[in-house]
């Protein structure tokens, strides 16, 4: 069965610092990959999406880059970090048919000081 | 173009009552069609979906949806709210190359 890791869980960044988040999945091959983003109180927000190795899609322009370095493995970085980057950030996989639904990792909750 | 709609941002039932939790889409072609659960911090868990198979879709915890073409609804409900179906409730409509787009999200609240 197909399983999708994210992390970390949790996570405090001071304003200015780094940021590399992680998901992998398991058990499938040439998942579309995405990134989303979800601030308190507000729906989800796509940042990134990709279909395959080193193809990825932005959504929405801001100071956050995503990266597929291999098929399973998608990575969400931001050199410098805004008070506004604050928000829960869940990576998801799908099938390319078009019938597939999302399966959702368990998110990470990024607090930026 | 496809939106969806999410007719109540919170939806208050008590334990044992029935739940309904209301989704309008648009869509330019027949489109899939998502019901999604998240518990505080968590990911979202797909409740049930719709590919245009039948069109009362069953789906796991007691829930199901009906589409109904002529009034481009997919209204999510359970006979019987229990404690642990209060959550964030997720509908989202999936057609053409386009990314899926997800409704605003409906609170669901029980009380005991």
């Known amino acids: 069965s197909q399983t999708i890791h994210q992390w970390p869980a949790t996570l405090v960044q001071p304003v200015g610092s780094p940021l590399s988040l992680e998901c992998t999945v398991e058990g499938t091959s040439n998942p579309n990959l995405y990134w989303y983003r979800q601030a308190a109180g507000r729906g989800l927000q796509l940042l990134f999406y990709?279909?395959?190795?080193?193809?990825i899609s932005s959504e929405v322009p801001q100071n956050l880059s995503a990266s597929r370095p291999q098929d399973r493995q998608f990575i969400l970085s931001s050199k410098k970090l805004l008070l506004s980057d604050s928000g829960f950030y869940l990576c998801a996989w799908r099938g390319t048919g078009w019938m597939s639904p999302l399966h959702f990792g368990n998110g990470t909750r990024l607090t930026v000081t | 173009a496809q939106s969806v709609t999410q007719l109540d941002s919170h939806v208050s039932v008590s334990e044992g009552t029935p739940v309904l939790l209301r989704c309008n889409y648009s869509?330019?072609?027949?489109?899939?069609l998502f019901w999604y659960v998240q518990h505080p911090n968590k990911g979202l868990q797909l409740l049930l979906k719709?590919?245009?198979?039948?069109?009362l879709v069953k789906g796991i915890n007691g829930f199901e949806a009906e589409f109904k073409k002529s009034e481009t609804s997919f209204h999510l409900t359970k006979p019987s709210a229990h404690m642990s179906d209060a959550a964030e409730y997720f509908c989202?409509?999936?057609?053409?190359?386009?990314?899926?787009?997800f409704g605003k999200g409906t609170r669901l609240s029980v009380i005991a």
């Open positions: 990709s279909v395959g190795i080193g193809q």
């Open positions: 719709y590919t245009s198979a039948a069109t």
């Open positions: 869509s330019s072609y027949s489109p899939s």
């Open positions: 989202v409509v999936h057609s053409g190359n386009t990314p899926l787009v």
